[in-house]
């Protein structure tokens, strides 16, 4: 039998038994447990009560722009194909509907990757509309240049005002959303403090981005150029190489074509063959 309850810290063995079947066993989800546990929103767990173990999970988050956030879903390897995941997507999108109805939250949204195939026909079932679609790039920690050392980057914290920040034409190529670490949100005051906060704002030889660690570490260069990305890419390789068990990956609009092409010609790769494939929908 199968009950739903909010997740406590004591769950956490649980969690690690789900997640190591997860992405190959680089999921995120136990380096933010913690923290999903103590913050706002829903963290809900399904459980076998028989035998008192937490089998699948999911997050209920409210971002900082207003939206509700569905996020987290997992469930255990030995426990698929038996509806858990629709329990908890129901359970979720109950929460964040009535939410809606009483003014806390504008919309519902959640993203995913494209392979996430299972996700994907659940969600669109629950009358959630694919909105926007870009493409995961990343370089292999084969492909650094062996000529490249850390002294060859010179990293500083980036120090812009909010007010300047929205207006940068990165966030009106992509209508006015923030596209980083599976999540999609406006680029509230609040967000902008958050990063300010915890250092993920910085330049790296004079290019401009967002660097986030959570399995993976994800960045997006403000400059929209090859130049920029490539930047990045190699600052966060030759620093981060044996030092986390993810790599660099950031996102690139579908429609950015020449940009595209330049990042084939050097080594680049796309998680689904240069199809976009980093996918985000909302609830209509």
């Not at 392979?115 to 909105?131: A, Q």
């Not at 915890?198 to 981005?209: E, H, K, Q, S």
Request: with cysteine; proline share 4%.
């Amino acid at each position: 039998m199968i009950e739903y309850r909010k997740l406590t810290h004591e769950d956490y063995n649980d969690i690690l038994d789900i997640s190591k079947d997860i992405w190959d066993g680089y999921d995120y989800l136990p380096l933010v447990f913690n923290k999903w546990v103590d913050d706002n929103g829903f963290f809900l767990g399904a459980v076998d009560v028989e035998k008192n173990k937490v089998v699948g999970v999911g997050k209920y988050t409210i971002l900082y722009d207003g939206s509700g956030w569905l996020e987290g879903l997992r469930v255990h390897k030995g426990y698929r194909g038996l509806k858990i995941a629709r329990g908890i997507s129901e359970y979720l999108l109950n929460i964040a509907k009535d939410e809606m109805v009483l003014g806390n939250i504008n919309k519902i949204g959640f993203g995913t990757h494209i392979s996430n195939v299972e996700s994907i026909n659940l969600m669109s079932k629950m009358d959630f509309k694919l909105e926007k679609k870009y493409l995961i790039v990343d370089k292999g920690y084969e492909q650094i240049d062996p000529a490249l050392k850390p002294r060859d980057f010179d990293v500083r914290s980036w120090n812009i005002g909010y007010d300047e920040f929205i207006k940068l034409p990165y966030f009106k190529k992509r209508d006015n959303l923030l596209p980083i670490a599976f999540m999609f949100q406006e680029p509230t005051i609040e967000l902008f403090n958050e990063y300010k906060r915890n250092n993920n704002l910085i330049t790296v030889n004079g290019f401009r981005g967002i660097v986030m660690l959570k399995s993976d570490i994800y960045f997006e260069c403000v400059e929209d150029t090859f130049e920029g990305i490539d930047t990045f890419m190699n600052y966060l390789l030759v620093n981060l190489k044996d030092k986390v068990e993810g790599w660099p990956i950031t996102s690139i609009p579908p429609e950015d074509h020449s940009l595209i092409e330049k990042l084939k010609e050097n080594d680049y790769r796309a998680w689904s063959d240069w199809e976009p494939d980093y996918l985000y929908y909302v609830y209509k």
